[in-house]
T-cell receptor, first 113, second 113 residues
Framework: DADVTQTPRNRITKTGKRIMLECSQTKGHDRMYWYRQDPGLGLRLIYYSFDVKDINKGEISDGYSVSRQAQAKFSLSLESAIPNQTALYFC????????????FGDGTRLSIL | QKEVEQDPGPLSVPEGAIVSLNCTYSNSAFQYFMWYRQYSRKGPELLMYTYSSGNKEDGRFTAQVDKSSKYISLFIRDSQPSDSATYLCAMSEISGGYNKLIFGAGTRLAVHP
């Protein structure tokens, strides 16, 4: 079983709809991240969380919100989806300590029509 | 100007070739340097992790960091078709004790038999 699981893997929806992407992890990590990946732009940080009560905005948080329901679960919401939010979305986790790398899920491919 | 620049490719090489992948960056505070490999429809997976300047070798892979030139490289020896993927460089500085990763856009590599 994957250590970082994202659901759904693919989603097509319409402009204006509310969408939730979910991430769960079995690594026991406190730190969790949401990124989006666009061609030519690489991965950009949307939100990150260092524990259930600590949530922080990344560089492109406008139009998104998050919820850290438990240490193992971190969800990303688009309250009213727009076409330029069409992208690949990745969740990542990281252990504490400066030399710990981030571990990624396999992503959600989101298309907004 | 982006903080991290990476040639998107694509780079096409014959099996057995030596591959050189590179990134340049502008932020002299970056101290941790990573290379991630991303196969199609999968999340990035950590390939190499280095701190500060110097070389690090792991099997067929060598990561090189030149902080004076703000330039990092990944060399792949005896390249194999299974190395065909997108390679992402990533960097971080210690900011308030939290390491936020800045990614390059990724270089697509194809190794043909």
């Amino acid at each position: 079983d994957a250590d970082v699981t994202q659901t759904p893997r693919n989603r097509i929806t319409k402009t204006g709809k509310r969408i939730m992407l979910e991430c769960s992890q079995t690594k026991g990590h406190d730190r969790m991240y949401w990124y989006r990946q666009d061609p030519g732009l690489g991965l950009r940080l949307i939100y990150y969380s260092f524990d259930v009560k600590d949530i922080n905005k990344g560089e492109i948080s406008d139009g998104y919100s998050v919820s850290r329901q438990a240490q193992a679960k971190f969800s990303l919401s688009l309250e009213s989806a727009i076409p330029n939010q069409t992208a690949l979305y990745f969740c990542a986790t990281r252990g504490t300590g400066n030399n710990q790398p981030q571990h990624f899920g396999d992503g959600t491919r989101l298309s907004i029509l | 100007q982006k903080e991290v620049e990476q040639d998107p490719g694509p780079l096409s090489v014959p099996e057995g070739a030596i591959v050189s992948l590179n990134c340049t960056y502008s932020n002299s505070a970056f101290q941790y340097f990573m290379w991630y490999r991303q196969y199609s429809r999968k999340g990035p997976e950590l390939l190499m992790y280095t701190y500060s300047s110097g070389n690090k070798e792991d099997g067929r892979f060598t990561a090189q960091v030149d902080k004076s030139s703000k330039y990092i490289s990944l060399f792949i020896r005896d390249s194999q078709p299974s190395d065909s993927a997108t390679y992402l460089c990533a960097m971080s500085e210690i900011s308030g004790g939290y390491n936020k990763l800045i990614f390059g856009a990724g270089t697509r590599l194809a190794v043909h038999p």
